[in-house]
Nanobody
Framework: VQLQAYGGGLVQAGGSLRLSCAASGRIFSNYAMGWFRQAPGKEREFVAAMSWSGGNGVYADSVKGRFTISRDNAKNTVYLQMNSLKPEDTAVYYC???????????????WGQGTQVTVSS
């Protein structure tokens, strides 16, 4: 599976962004999809994930109620809608794919290249 993440940018605190991740190569609908982020000097951390069948996503406590993960299997794309952004959300955001989802980055086999999100105060 090849993944291409895009949609990052610079936004003021309280603003919104929507990240997209386009997948190709294998049957997208067979894979769980996830979003992770990595701030400078910090480890990569789990943000959100969704199983291959969709439904409700799972979220890190730090983004619950503000971020929403969704997927469109017809477009082979997963989204991360980010609202009420905070400066601490600043990071490079990565999408990932695997057969099942986990909050541990090491459990995911396929990664996109990352897109920078910067939230100014």
């Amino acid at each position: 599976v090849q993944l291409q993440a895009y949609g990052g940018g610079l936004v003021q605190a309280g603003g919104s962004l929507r990240l997209s991740c386009a997948a190709s190569g294998r049957i997208f609908s067979n894979y769980a999809m996830g979003w992770f982020r990595q701030a400078p000097g910090k480890e990569r951390e789990f943000v959100a994930a969704m199983s291959w069948s969709g439904g409700n996503g799972v979220y890190a406590d730090s983004v619950k109620g503000r971020f929403t993960i969704s997927r469109d299997n017809a477009k082979n794309t997963v989204y991360l809608q980010m609202n009420s952004l905070k400066p601490e959300d600043t990071a490079v955001y990565y999408c990932a794919a695997d057969r099942t989802y986990s909050s541990r980055p090491s459990r995911w086999d396929y990664w996109g290249q990352g897109t920078q999100v910067t939230v100014s105060s």
